[in-house]
């Protein structure tokens, strides 16, 4: 087939964009441009590279005509994070590619009323980064039943892999929990310790996209969630790590003021810290 990767030298791309040359797939990827593929593979000289600032043409309502162009059997879009954006894609694809596949987040949902989490469960997403991402969810899920085009919604959890440092026990990027547990350290756990973090290996996130593109029959008008068999909690995940390092780990339960007091923004913030949880 013909597929065009929007935003492929990303973290999950630059697994999911050799795999499909590998397959035999001719692809396209569109890029800023900024940065290299996180992983080398020869497969990358196969791929046509396509300069775009993808912001920039959807402000100037250009961006969508410019992949339907292409006349591709799928699209996979990677970077689509507002609704607008969505419908802008969406509109100009009708007619012009078999199948779009959106990349989504396990984030669309909000507090867990039980576990696990299937994909029919409801709950109010979280944040606004969860928020935009359930409504593309739905929305391209309600284009699908309406007969318009084909869409899938894949929803990852913690991405790890190459290039980026992983989510940590306490939920978020500081690098100095690593080297307290390797030390046998006390480490200041918030709350009850049992908040769930569910990782996911990007070249796994890859093969799902794969396995979408290649069975679309079965993949029209659906959302998977994309994760690891099973979750890890906070007091879990730092016993198996302080493991690795042949220690115990020693913990101080502390309230969530203290623990914000010690996290630093550029460490705790954002969609993946525990610190923003309510």
């Given at each position: 087939?013909?597929?065009?990767?929007?935003?492929?030298?990303?973290?999950?791309?630059?697994?999911?964009?050799?795999?499909?040359?590998?397959?035999?797939?001719?692809?396209?990827?569109?890029?800023?441009?900024?940065?290299?593929?996180?992983?080398?593979?020869?497969?990358?000289s196969q791929v046509e590279?396509?300069?775009?600032?993808?912001?920039?043409?959807?402000?100037?309502?250009?961006?969508?005509?410019?992949?339907?162009?292409?006349?591709?059997?799928?699209?996979?879009?990677?970077?689509?994070?507002?609704?607008?954006?969505?419908?802008?894609?969406?509109?100009?694809?009708?007619?012009?590619?078999?199948?779009?596949?959106?990349?989504?987040?396990?984030?669309?949902?909000?507090?867990?009323?039980?576990?696990?989490?299937?994909?029919?469960?409801?709950?109010?997403?979280?944040?606004?980064?969860?928020?935009?991402?359930?409504?593309?969810?739905?929305?391209?899920?309600?284009?699908?039943?309406?007969?318009?085009?084909?869409?899938?919604?894949?929803?990852?959890?913690?991405?790890?892999?190459?290039?980026?440092?992983?989510?940590?026990?306490?939920?978020?990027?500081?690098?100095?929990?690593?080297?307290?547990?390797?030390?046998?350290?006390?480490?200041?756990?918030?709350?009850?310790?049992?908040?769930?973090?569910?990782?996911?290996?990007?070249?796994?996130?890859?093969?799902?996209?794969?396995?979408?593109?290649?069975?679309?029959?079965?993949?029209?008008?659906?959302?998977?969630?994309?994760?690891?068999?099973?979750?890890?909690?906070?007091?879990?995940?730092?016993?198996?790590?302080?493991?690795?390092?042949?220690?115990?780990?020693?913990?101080?339960?502390?309230?969530?003021?203290?623990?914000?007091?010690?996290?630093?923004?550029?460490?705790?913030?954002?969609?993946h810290s525990l610190a923003?949880?309510?």
């Amino acid at each position: 087939m013909r597929i065009v990767v929007i935003g492929g030298s990303g973290h999950v791309g630059s697994f999911l964009v050799p795999r499909l040359v590998r397959a035999g797939h001719e692809v396209i990827n569109l890029t800023r441009g900024a940065s290299a593929p996180y992983v080398d593979d020869e497969a990358w000289s196969q791929v046509e590279q396509i300069q775009v600032d993808r912001a920039a043409e959807d402000a100037a309502g250009t961006f969508g005509q410019r992949v339907a162009a292409l006349e591709a059997d799928v699209v996979v879009d990677m970077i689509c994070f507002t609704p607008e954006s969505a419908v802008a894609l969406v509109e100009a694809l009708r007619g012009h590619s078999g199948h779009l596949v959106h990349c989504g987040t396990i984030w669309r949902y909000g507090v867990s009323i039980k576990q696990p989490m299937r994909e029919d469960d409801t709950s109010p997403p979280f944040g606004d980064y969860g928020s935009q991402k359930a409504a593309i969810a739905e929305l391209l899920a309600a284009e699908t039943r309406s007969g318009g085009l084909v869409t899938t919604v894949l929803q990852p959890g913690h991405i790890s892999g190459p290039g980026w440092p992983p989510i940590g026990p306490l939920g978020n990027l500081d690098p100095d929990i690593w080297y307290a547990l390797s030390a046998g350290q006390e480490i200041a756990v918030p709350g009850l310790g049992a908040e769930l973090m569910h990782h996911v290996h990007a070249d796994d996130v890859a093969q799902v996209f794969q396995l979408a593109i290649e069975q679309p029959d079965a993949a029209s008008g659906e959302s998977f969630n994309v994760v690891a068999p099973s979750a890890l909690t906070v007091r879990g995940f730092l016993e198996i790590a302080a493991s690795w390092f042949g220690q115990t780990a020693p913990i101080r339960s502390v309230s969530w003021a203290e623990f914000r007091s010690g996290t630093t923004g550029s460490r705790g913030a954002g969609r993946h810290s525990l610190a923003d949880r309510p």
